[in-house]
């Protein structure tokens, strides 16, 4: 084949770097917006990076991996039930919060053992359990006392400002590390495996494609990043209650912001976070009916952008800022996408083209 009819495979656009250099733009000046936003604002952020971590965790277990879990808040509770253990045992609060994401994906690898068994409803009612279970064993701990809790108040001897801005700041770095790890390993052929395997689990495993080590790796990596968001989430709000971490909720959110999103995309998981972040601070207080508005966006958004807000301007306008695939153009075919990341035919289908 001569070099003029090799085909030309695309890991990135002129757009998509151009989004790289935004990006870190964007994270440097979230990292000195304490100094000028309130009180109240920097909590608020705190929170949206907490929800961009959960979104896009189980967005590359279900998205990616097809693992499509209803009780990854399992390790949201554990992740801030650890970080409270730690800190009573004498940790620095804020290095608990760290290692009590540590011993949380310690925990995940003997539970993916037997989880990662079980298929499609399975592994997700398997999940809900496992979360019910662990839910009720908590609440058996003194320290916890049962349902009314406890609170991390080693935090207690720094003072709210620096509480409140030392928070931020690791919760904007949390996120920060968790989608550069991510964003690395869907780009490589653990990536590719992981899409493989989503897509049919018994050709991967046909091709060499080690189907059960790369489930594990995915399963512990969302638990680790799962279980961060809860040590944080403990850190914003002090208090530990177990009804409150490990309510089905929180699974209910990361579904609703990887759905309103767009599934098994990068950028959509950012999205997905950023818009119930919005109906969260705008609708929040509306109680009941802010739950049932939720439920209903949910529902529009499955029946009519099944794809997700992301989803959908990447299928109708080739639109990649943050591209893990990558794209095989032939010279001369005048529907191959072009440098700029727009295309009239938008669909990327190089996922099933890499080599695992």
């Known amino acids: 084949m001569s070099a003029s009819t090799s085909p030309v495979i695309e890991r990135g656009t002129a757009t998509s770097r151009i989004a790289a250099v935004a990006v870190a733009v964007i994270i440097a000046l979230l990292a000195i917006a304490p100094q000028f936003l309130s009180a109240g604002a920097v909590d608020r952020m705190t929170a949206l990076f907490i929800y961009v971590i ?24 554990l992740g801030a039930y650890f970080a409270i253990r730690l800190a009573d045992a004498g940790l620095n609060p804020f290095a608990s919060l760290f290692v009590s994401a540590i011993v949380v994906g310690v925990v995940s690898v003997p539970l993916s053992l037997f989880m990662l068994r079980l298929r499609n409803g399975e592994f997700a009612i398997g999940m809900w359990v496992i979360a019910a279970l662990t839910h009720l064993l908590v609440n058996l701990d003194r320290l916890v006392q049962g349902e009314t809790g406890t609170s991390l108040i080693s935090l207690n001897v720094y003072d709210a400002g620096t ?29 590719a495996a992981i899409r493989a395997i989503r897509d049919n689990e018994d050709a991967a495993a046909s091709v060499g494609v080690r189907v059960t080590g790369t489930k594990r790796l995915l399963f512990v990596l ?19 209650q177990p009804k409150t971490y490990f309510n089905v909720q929180w699974t209910a959110y990361m579904i609703f912001m990887v759905l309103v999103g767009g599934i098994g995309t990068f950028e959509g998981a950012i999205l997905g976070a950023l818009v119930f972040f919005l109906i969260e601070t705008w609708f929040g ?48 075919n005048p529907t191959a996408p072009a440098d700029d990341g727009t295309a009239p035919s938008p669909r990327q289908t190089t996922q099933h083209q890499e080599k695992a």
């Open 222 to 240: 969302a638990a680790f990043g799962i279980g961060i968001a809860g040590a944080l989430w403990l850190a914003t709000s002090i208090t530990f």
């Open 54 to 77: 959960l979104a896009a965790m189980w967005n590359a277990l279900a998205g990616f991996g097809g693992l499509v879990s209803v009780g990854q808040q399992v390790f949201f509770g």
């Open 163 to 191: 509480r409140r801005m030392t928070i931020y700041w690791l919760a904007l770095a949390s996120m920060t590390a968790l989608l550069a790890m991510l964003f690395g390993l869907l780009r490589g052929s653990t990536g």
């Open 285 to 332: 207080g509306a109680g009941v009916w802010y739950l049932i508005g939720l439920g209903a966006t949910a529902v529009l958004f499955s029946l009519f952008l099944p794809r997700g807000l992301w989803g959908t301007v990447e299928e109708r306008f080739g639109l990649r800022l943050l591209p893990v695939g990558y794209r095989v153009r032939l010279p001369g």
